[in-house]
Each structure stands twice: as C-alpha cells, then as structure tokens.
C-alpha cells in the first residue's frame, strides 16, 4: 500500500533527486519554460509552485527559504520582483505541463513545463528586402 507516500524517486538517490529537482526548478523559473520528460516535469510541478507561492509573500523568511532551495540570487530576485507580483492575484496553478511525445533516442515520454501567461510567441522573420530596396538603399548610403 502506498499510503501517504507523496512524489517519485525518479530511479536516483535523494541527493541526486533533490538535486536535478533543484536545478531543473532554478532553471524554470529563470526561464518560465523548460522542455524536460514527463516525469521530471510531474515532479518539479510542486515545488515550482511553492517556490512561486513564497514569491507572493515577499517577506524576509520567504526570501530565505527560497534561498534555500533556489541555486541562484538572480533568479529569487527575479521571483520576489517580478513572479510574485505577477501572479498575485492568482489562488494557486501557476504551471501547466504540455505533452510532446516519445523522445527519438530512448522513447522517453517528453514535456514542458510553461507558466501559465507565458504562451509561446513565434518570433517575426526579418522581411526580405527586394533587389530595388537593396539598390535604393545602396544609391542613398553613396550621397
């Protein structure tokens, strides 16, 4: 039975676990997205939310116990300043996890791990310019 027990041990021991958890965490926050399998995602879920609760708090306790799990002081800045404030109105789900499909090497199931409000944007392609457009710009950087 498997009662009370909470989180998965993802095949590693709890240093190494806590580990990867916490620099997957940091790099998410840093990023507000990570592409990573299902399972790791599943797992960091929780502790990126607590992380982003503590944010909400901006308190000096808070400030530290993100210390204590966050691996860099730029990215609890950035949660403090920028995250906390961004979701304060917001009661909890701050992430949503997207499945991509099996990984091509090992067939891994593969996800990423966004915030909610930071939707992928395609970036704009530069417009070509036309041969007149490169020979009028040509002519005028001459006079």
């Known amino acids: 039975m498997r009662h009370r027990v909470s989180g998965k041990k993802l095949r590693r021991d709890t240093a190494h676990r806590m580990a990867l958890l916490r620099n997957l965490v940091t790099s998410f926050l840093e990023k507000e997205r990570v592409r990573t399998t299902l ?5 960091a879920r929780p502790l ?5 609760t503590l944010g909400k708090k901006d308190t000096l306790h808070a400030r530290r116990q993100a210390l204590r799990f966050i691996y860099k002081k ?13 979701f304060s109105e917001r009661p909890g789900g ?3 996890i ?3 499909g099996p990984r091509a090497g ?6 990423i791990l966004e915030m909610v409000g930071t939707e992928f944007k395609k970036k704009e392609k530069k417009k070509e310019k036309t041969l007149k457009e490169k020979v009028k710009a040509a002519k005028e950087a001459k006079r």
Do not use: H, S, W
């Not at 730029?74 to 961004?86: C, D, S, Y």
């Open 94 to 96: 701050y992430t949503r």
């Open 98 to 100: 997207i499945k991509l």
């Open 39 to 43: 399972a790791k995602a599943k797992a």
């Open 106 to 111: 090992d067939g891994a199931e593969m996800a």
């Open 74 to 86: 730029e990215v609890v800045r950035k949660l403090f300043n920028e995250l906390g404030p961004r």
């Open 48 to 52: 990126a939310e607590k992380m982003i």
